[in-house]
Structures are given as structure tokens and as C-alpha cells.
């Protein structure tokens, strides 16, 4: 299986990153713990979705969706919380 995750920063809510792998528990581990270069900044991680694909070429353009325009649109509104007026 191959698959695509969505993670949210913790203490960042606002930022998030979308990924692939082969093995989610460990590269879920690898972002909490700073070694991925693109994520250390605002770890700790929760995730908040994952996709699972028997197909890697699927999954992979599953992921390159995910990253334009349009799919960020569609995580937002199906994925991302939404912030309320009163805090």
C-alpha cells in the first residue's frame, strides 16, 4: 500500500503538509522527530488524514493533486478545522 497523509502542526494550526509513503507510522515518527527538513519547524505533527492506494502511480498523482490550487481547496473544506469567531 502506498499512502497519501495530510499532517497539521500542533501548536501551528495553520500550517500542514501533505506527503506519500510506503510506511505512515514511521514517516509519521520521522516528522515528529525534526528529520524531515520541510517539517521540523512546527513539530509536533497530529494527523489529520490519511489516504490508502494499492496503486503508487495513483497515489503519487493522488499527492500532486493535493498540492495545487484546487485540492488544497478541497482539504480545506473537507479536512481543516475551521476557526470560529469567538477564541
Excluded at 510506511?23 to 515518527?29: C, E, M, P, T, V
Excluded at 493535493?66 to 478541497?74: E, I, R, V
Aim: charged share 20%; glycine share 6%; hydrophobic share 40%.
Amino acid at each position: 500500500m502506498t499512502y497519501v497523509y495530510l499532517i497539521e502542526s500542533a501548536h501551528y494550526q495553520s500550517h500542514h503538509y501533505v506527503g506519500i509513503t510506503g510506511n505512515l507510522k514511521a514517516r509519521f515518527a520521522q516528522h515528529n522527530e525534526g528529520k524531515s527538513l520541510h517539517t521540523r519547524k512546527f513539530k509536533p505533527w497530529n494527523l489529520v488524514a490519511y489516504f490508502a492506494f494499492a496503486d503508487m502511480h495513483t497515489a503519487a498523482a493522488f499527492e500532486e493533486y493535493l498540492k495545487t490550487g484546487s485540492g488544497k481547496a478541497f482539504l480545506k473544506k473537507r479536512f481543516l478545522r475551521q476557526l470560529s469567531g469567538a477564541l
